[in-house]
Each structure stands twice: as C-alpha cells, then as structure tokens.
C-alpha cells in the first residue's frame, strides 16, 4: 500500500513558475514508478509526466515538453514536478500516482493522491 500526499499548487500568472511535490508513505517508493496527472473542468484526466522506479527513464505529455520536468528524491520519498512557463490551459487538478515498476509509464496507476489545484492567470 503507499499513500500520497500532494501538499502546494496554488494560483500563478501566465509565464510564471510553480513546483509540486508529492511525498509517499511506505518502505517501497523506490520500486515505483511515478506519474502526474491533471483534470480541467469538462475535460478527461490526462498524463502529464512520469518518471520510472529507477529515475532513469521519464515520460512527458506533448503540451508540456520542455516546460515541465519531473523528478524524485529516494531518500526523501519524494516526486517533484517543476512547472515553468505556465499557461492559462495548464490550469487543473493534478493529482500524484504510483505503480509498481517495472511497467509502462502510460500504464494505469493503482494508487493516487486527493490532488492539488493549480490555476494559471492570464
């Protein structure tokens, strides 16, 4: 079982800056992989990033290729999402989940967090 907690977000102005972070509970976030998924109003959830159990191998959404960089700290239980250049369309719910690696990083997740909202001012 792991736990996720997403402390942060927050509102920011177009072109600014913002860092998420989810701390996971347990002795096996090291076997996980990572992922950071959004909800916009009337719309699906979808994949932001991912990060393997190993830290060696990430995964990013088209929309956020080279703005957003994701990141994990072992010893600190800890994923990171670092958000630059934000857009009034990155506004959302993002939600930290977890799988237990190896696997695909687009695959389903089995455990997420209550999710933290994140809105982008024009």
């Known amino acids: 079982q792991v736990q996720l907690v997403e402390p942060g977000g927050g509102l920011v102005q177009a072109g600014g800056s913002l860092r998420l972070s989810c701390a996971a509970s347990g002795r096996t976030f090291n076997n996980y992989n990572m992922g950071w998924f959004r909800q916009a109003p009337g719309k699906e959830r979808e994949i932001v990033a991912a990060?393997?159990?190993?830290?060696?191998?990430?995964y990013y959404a088209d929309s956020v290729k080279g703005r957003f960089t994701i990141s994990r700290d072992k010893s600190k239980n800890t994923v990171y999402l670092q958000m630059n250049s934000l857009k009034p369309e990155d506004t959302a719910v993002y939600y930290c989940?977890?799988?237990?690696?190896?696997?695909?990083?687009?695959?389903?997740?089995?455990?997420w967090g209550q999710g933290t909202q994140v809105t982008v001012s024009s």
């Open positions: 990060i393997s159990w190993t830290g060696y191998s990430t």
């Open positions: 989940a977890a799988k237990r690696g190896p696997a695909a990083l687009t695959s389903v997740y089995d455990y």
